[in-house]
């Protein structure tokens, strides 16, 4: 148990019941000032009632982390945050015997990555706790919050605030409703659009391709298309003409004027994520078919694999996700040329039977938000709002549109348009999800009539919440893990993923959590490994006693090494128990190293 500012450092549940806690490079002047603003935030804290905390699992991930691993993907290059918790006994800070974190999946290129073990593993985040909001006033949903547990109010956890006093909360599609017979289901989604925004998940970076098994013949996920009646992906067949990619700069280029047709220059992605199998098969030189899939609650903090403990034991034992996510945002950076009167972009997100798309006329920077449903005509259009943009002539602008939680947004240089309330929308669907072929190529980015470049192209999620957990209290659910198992190997096929989905929805889909009227729902971000109301004995709720304080802000992320390749010279060493009592030193696995330096880029307030 660790000692910060006088206070006692123990929070975020863990996956025992023991558990005790404890893209750019800044400028010298920029780290020194961010350390000494950390600290003189943590003496005013401590001053109004704040207490530190050290996260040690990753119930809360990516938002926070707890002990994990930090890598760089071989093949792309893409950082790698993986748990590394399950390797330590919570409460005294031992090494399980034989075992270890040894290898991991990248979460934008799904590369297994097998030589991790002996790479140095971190203690959680050490956050910042205010109790003054909650002296004061009542918590707000969505506020990251530590509280007493429950069954052990000795011990302290943090989570997401998601349920308040007297609510029936309805987890359904990975989304949070609140029901009552009055107003029926009320979808509850973030207030702020930036606080949303900074919550997702990468799903895919193309600034990070994975070139081996591209120059081995594998897809592109992003490519210049057109429509056809012959389409391989959602009626969409890749096409040389308009769209051409600059493989080294990773951009796409359209020249000036109209697509053959008449109609725009579509540029999709493509959900083509290769599997452990086509990995070897691909770089030994054999050919895989490759076949694009569902976007589903993949968490690359999960995807780690090893040697003892409860980890899985083989990159075919992680959880690479069964369910399908509609909610995403695309980001890329536009650049437009040769704008005349006719000159349009569009930006279309596919939800299963709705498309919404966002159209800008880029001679006036009017943008016209719209919501088709393909069951009628993927050209019956219905306007839902429209709004000034600064994306009007020649120039270029960095944009994000997000369908997130029956709401549509749209930034421009990181400024929020103001589309007023008719962005949230509302849907009357019945059952489980219905996904469709096109949910293969969910995204899609189209110019007419003028001279365009795309770059720095990207894929998010939003947060999905699980009905169910993939452990349960009393060992495996071999019943469930079968079902989301199953469901993974429909991913390549909507339709028939959204029958078996069907079939199984009543474990999968939906549950209500009825609140008393002084308790909170409870729920972990990294929602498949969140011990969180959905699985206590007490009750699903926290009692408003036990509320210790609003999670604010990332003090100290944690020490990085530098000298001696990276790894510092070890100062000690982790410990594992001997069968017949006692500690020895396990030589090969450093606890702490010097020198380091401060991991500025995540002191940050906490979303």
Same mark, same amino acid.
């Given at each position: 148990?660790?000692?910060?500012?006088?206070?006692?450092?123990?929070?975020?549940?863990?996956?025992?019941?023991?558990?005790?806690?404890?893209?750019?490079?800044?400028?010298?002047?920029?780290?020194?000032?961010?350390?000494?603003?950390?600290?003189?935030?943590?003496?005013?804290?401590?001053?109004?009632?704040?207490?530190?905390?050290?996260?040690?699992?990753?119930?809360?991930?990516?938002?926070?982390?707890?002990?994990?691993?930090?890598?760089?993907?071989?093949?792309?290059?893409?950082?790698?945050?993986?748990?590394?918790?399950?390797?330590?006994?919570?409460?005294?800070?031992?090494?399980?015997?034989?075992?270890?974190?040894?290898?991991?999946?990248?979460?934008?290129?799904?590369?297994?990555?097998?030589?991790?073990?002996?790479?140095?593993?971190?203690?959680?985040?050490?956050?910042?706790?205010?109790?003054?909001?909650?002296?004061?006033?009542?918590?707000?949903?969505?506020?990251?919050?530590?509280?007493?547990?429950?069954?052990?109010?000795?011990?302290?956890?943090?989570?997401?605030?998601?349920?308040?006093?007297?609510?029936?909360?309805?987890?359904?599609?990975?989304?949070?409703?609140?029901?009552?017979?009055?107003?029926?289901?009320?979808?509850?989604?973030?207030?702020?659009?930036?606080?949303?925004?900074?919550?997702?998940?990468?799903?895919?970076?193309?600034?990070?391709?994975?070139?081996?098994?591209?120059?081995?013949?594998?897809?592109?996920?992003?490519?210049?298309?057109?429509?056809?009646?012959?389409?391989?992906?959602?009626?969409?067949?890749?096409?040389?003409?308009?769209?051409?990619?600059?493989?080294?700069?990773?951009?796409?280029?359209?020249?000036?004027?109209?697509?053959?047709?008449?109609?725009?220059?579509?540029?999709?992605?493509?959900?083509?994520?290769?599997?452990?199998?086509?990995?070897?098969?691909?770089?030994?030189?054999?050919?895989?078919?490759?076949?694009?899939?569902?976007?589903?609650?993949?968490?690359?903090?999960?995807?780690?694999?090893?040697?003892?403990?409860?980890?899985?034991?083989?990159?075919?034992?992680?959880?690479?996700?069964?369910?399908?996510?509609?909610?995403?945002?695309?980001?890329?950076?536009?650049?437009?040329?040769?704008?005349?009167?006719?000159?349009?972009?569009?930006?279309?997100?596919?939800?299963?039977?709705?498309?919404?798309?966002?159209?800008?006329?880029?001679?006036?920077?009017?943008?016209?938000?719209?919501?088709?449903?393909?069951?009628?005509?993927?050209?019956?259009?219905?306007?839902?709002?429209?709004?000034?943009?600064?994306?009007?002539?020649?120039?270029?602008?960095?944009?994000?549109?997000?369908?997130?939680?029956?709401?549509?947004?749209?930034?421009?240089?990181?400024?929020?348009?103001?589309?007023?309330?008719?962005?949230? %929308?509302?849907?009357?669907?019945?059952?489980? &999800?219905?996904?469709? /072929? +096109?949910? @293969?190529?969910?995204? $899609?980015?189209? *110019?007419?009539?003028?001279?365009?470049?795309?770059?720095?192209?990207?894929?998010?999620?939003?947060?999905?919440?699980?009905?169910?957990?993939?452990?349960?209290?009393?060992?495996?659910?071999?019943?469930?893990?079968?079902?989301?198992?199953?469901?993974?190997?429909?991913?390549?096929?909507?339709?028939?993923?959204?029958?078996?989905?069907?079939?199984?929805?009543?474990?999968?889909?939906?549950?209500?959590?009825?609140?008393?009227?002084?308790? %909170?729902?409870?729920?972990?971000?990294?929602? &498949?490994?969140?011990? /969180? +109301?959905? @699985?206590?004995?007490? $009750?699903?709720? *926290?009692?408003?006693?036990?509320?210790?304080?609003?999670?604010?802000?990332?003090?100290?992320?944690?020490?990085?090494?530098?000298?001696?390749?990276?790894?510092?010279?070890?100062?000690?060493?982790?410990?594992?128990?001997?069968?017949?009592?006692?500690?020895?030193?396990?030589?090969?696995?450093?606890?702490?190293?010097?020198?380091?330096?401060?991991?500025?880029?995540?002191?940050?307030?906490?979303?």
């Amino acid at each position: 148990m660790s000692i910060l500012f006088g206070k006692r450092s123990t929070p975020d549940e863990a996956d025992d019941k023991s558990a005790k806690p404890p893209k750019r490079q800044d400028s010298w002047r920029e780290t020194i000032e961010s350390i000494v603003f950390a600290f003189v935030l943590a003496f005013l804290f401590r001053t109004f009632e704040a207490e530190a905390f050290v996260i040690p699992t990753g119930s809360m991930a990516p938002t926070l982390y707890g002990r994990h691993k930090e890598g760089i993907c071989e093949q792309c290059g893409y950082p790698i945050v993986v748990g590394a918790s399950d390797e330590v006994h919570n409460e005294y800070g031992t090494l399980y015997p034989h075992t270890r974190v040894e290898a991991a999946y990248c979460p934008n290129c799904r590369y297994p990555n097998n030589d991790i073990k002996d790479d140095l593993a971190f203690n959680g985040d050490r956050i910042l706790v205010t109790k003054y909001p909650y002296e004061t006033g009542d918590p707000e949903r969505f506020d990251v919050f530590v509280f007493k547990f429950p069954e052990e109010p000795k011990t302290n956890y943090i989570k997401r605030l998601i349920g308040l006093p007297g609510e029936t909360i309805r987890i359904r599609n990975g989304d949070i409703y609140t029901w009552d017979e009055s107003q029926g289901e009320q979808i509850q989604r973030k207030a702020d659009p930036d606080k949303q925004r900074q919550i997702q998940i990468p799903v895919y970076d193309d600034d990070f391709p994975p070139r081996a098994i591209l120059e081995a013949g594998y897809p592109e996920r992003w490519a210049g298309v057109e429509l056809s009646d012959a389409g391989e992906i959602g009626d969409w067949t890749e096409t040389k003409g308009g769209w051409s990619q600059d493989a080294e700069s990773r951009s796409f280029e359209l020249p000036d004027g109209p697509a053959a047709d008449g109609n725009k220059h579509w540029l999709r992605y493509r959900h083509f994520i290769p599997s452990a199998d086509d990995w070897d098969a691909l770089l030994t030189g054999r050919q895989v078919q490759a076949r694009p899939q569902l976007i589903t609650d993949f968490c690359g903090y999960n995807a780690y694999y090893g040697s003892g403990g409860r980890m899985a034991g083989s990159a075919r034992e992680v959880d690479v996700g069964g369910l399908w996510i509609a909610d995403l945002t695309t980001n890329f950076e536009l650049t437009l040329e040769g704008v005349n009167a006719d000159s349009k972009v569009e930006i279309e997100l596919c939800d299963g039977l709705y498309w919404y798309r966002c159209r800008i006329d880029a001679s006036t920077g009017q943008a016209t938000l719209l919501q088709v449903n393909v069951q009628i005509s993927p050209d019956d259009e219905q306007e839902l709002a429209t709004a000034a943009t600064p994306i009007q002539g020649a120039g270029s602008w960095d944009i994000s549109f997000a369908n997130v939680d029956d709401r549509l947004c749209l930034w421009v240089d990181d400024d929020l348009i103001d589309f007023g309330e008719a962005a949230s %929308y509302q849907r009357f669907d019945v059952g489980g &999800p219905t996904a469709i /072929d +096109s949910d @293969l190529s969910p995204i $899609g980015i189209a *110019v007419q009539n003028a001279k365009a470049r795309v770059a720095h192209l990207q894929v998010e999620r939003d947060i999905f919440y699980r009905k169910t957990f993939e452990e349960m209290q009393e060992g495996r659910n071999h019943r469930l893990d079968r079902e989301m198992r199953e469901l993974q190997a429909y991913l390549h096929d909507p339709v028939e993923w959204s029958r078996r989905y069907a079939e199984v929805g009543d474990d999968m889909n939906q549950r209500d959590y009825v609140l008393g009227p002084d308790e %909170y729902l409870a729920l972990g971000d990294n929602s &498949p490994r969140s011990r /969180d +109301s959905r @699985l206590w004995s007490t $009750g699903v709720g *926290v009692p408003r006693k036990f509320l210790v304080g609003k999670a604010f802000w990332i003090y100290w992320p944690h020490g990085v090494p530098f000298m001696n390749d990276g790894r510092g010279y070890a100062l000690s060493y982790h410990k594992t128990a001997l069968p017949g009592g006692g500690l020895v030193k396990v030589p090969d696995y450093p606890k702490y190293s010097v020198p380091f330096y401060p991991q500025v880029d995540r002191m940050n307030r906490i979303r």
